[in-house]
């Protein structure tokens, strides 16, 4: 079934493929299996999901970080696909939606399946026709870099913003949002190779992460940015603090080092003088319909891009994961069904 001829699909007893993990483990530990299909209730939409995006924090419960997940458990807090029933008809049936958060893939099963059964209020519409593979790895990355920018640090037009793990999704996310801004975009990575892949989504200054960037931030803004996003976690978070000027803001919404907790955290020998530190850890409540099907129309104009560094099958879900884990993507990993 390609998009423009979704026909209606009704919740009737069948099966469905899934990736199943039933324990934590490797990549390989992530199995394709025959489950029933859900059967939504009246709060619930199921969803016959055409794509779904690799976020890291389903490699956080792969490798058996996660708190409160019950085994065995389809993996993915994201899903994108078209309604197949809405028992308590808040959508359409055959009606373009994304899913995200709000438990899935952790609390109750999630987007790595053929369907997925979500709660309404974790649904958002859209209509587009671009591509499924396009679609799928859009709601999850845009949410988190939109809520970052605007709920995290209440970015502003034309201030300058330092983006620490810029070739991550949500990185390359917020750097074409933050371009629409007309923000001026420092973004860092640890691998020069990736310096061409920054530049050609706008980002206005490439900064090669050696452990350090503030310095070298520095050089080109001498009191420091307005703005920075944290997306690699503690380890680099003093850094990123003394790259901020005194009042701009740096929020932490990342964890790519699967580091996240500061030990003895003394704010006052831990903070600059007068920079600010938030956090943003959001849902698909922080994504406006509109900001969705803005974004979209925009990457269908050829006005905005969606940074996807490569596309799976479901049969390649280990290797998608294997990827992950090991850092070589510049962009969004996603996964047709």
Not at 139 to 167: N, W
Not at 179 to 195: G, I, L, Y
């Amino acid at each position: 079934m390609v998009a423009g001829s979704i026909r209606p699909v009704r919740s009737i007893p069948g099966q469905m493929r899934a990736v199943v993990l039933d324990a934590p483990g490797p990549p390989e530990a992530l199995v394709i299996r025959q489950l029933p299909i859900p059967t939504p209730d009246g709060d619930e939409v199921l969803i016959r999901v055409k794509a779904f995006g690799l976020n890291r924090s389903e490699l956080h419960t792969r490798l058996g970080l996660a708190e409160g997940v019950v085994f065995p458990r389809v993996l993915g807090i994201e899903a994108t696909g078209f309604v197949a029933e809405c028992p308590g008809g808040a959508f359409r049936t055959g009606q373009k939606v994304v899913a995200m958060m709000g438990g899935m893939g952790r609390l109750f099963d999630g987007g790595y399946a053929e369907y997925t059964s979500v709660p309404t209020s974790q649904v958002v519409p859209f209509e587009s026709k671009l591509d499924w593979a396009t679609l799928g790895a859009v709601p999850e990355m845009l949410q988190t870099a939109y809520g970052s920018l605007t709920v995290g640090l209440d970015a502003q037009p034309g201030q300058t913003i330092l983006i620490r793990g810029g070739t991550s999704s949500v990185g390359m996310a917020t750097a074409v949002l933050a371009k629409r801004r007309d923000m001026t975009v420092f973004s860092t990575t640890r691998n020069p190779d990736k310096a061409g892949a920054l530049q050609q989504i706008g980002v206005d200054h490439v900064v090669i992460d050696d452990g350090e960037v503030a310095a070298a931030v520095r050089t080109i803004v001498p009191e420091g940015v307005d703005a920075a996003l944290e997306l690699i976690g503690t380890p680099t978070l003093p850094d990123t603090l003394a790259a901020t000027r005194v009042h701009g803001v740096v929020c932490f919404t990342g964890m790519l080092s699967n580091e996240w907790t500061v030990k003895d955290f003394y704010p006052i020998d831990y903070l600059p003088r007068g920079v600010r530190l938030t956090a943003y850890g959001g849902d698909a409540a922080d994504l406006p319909p509109g900001t969705l099907q803005q974004f979209l129309d925009a990457v269908a104009a050829g006005d905005a891009t969606v940074p996807i560094h490569r596309r799976y099958t479901m049969n390649e879900i280990a290797q998608a994961h294997a990827d992950m884990e090991a850092g070589i993507a510049s962009g969004k990993l996603v996964v047709t069904t």
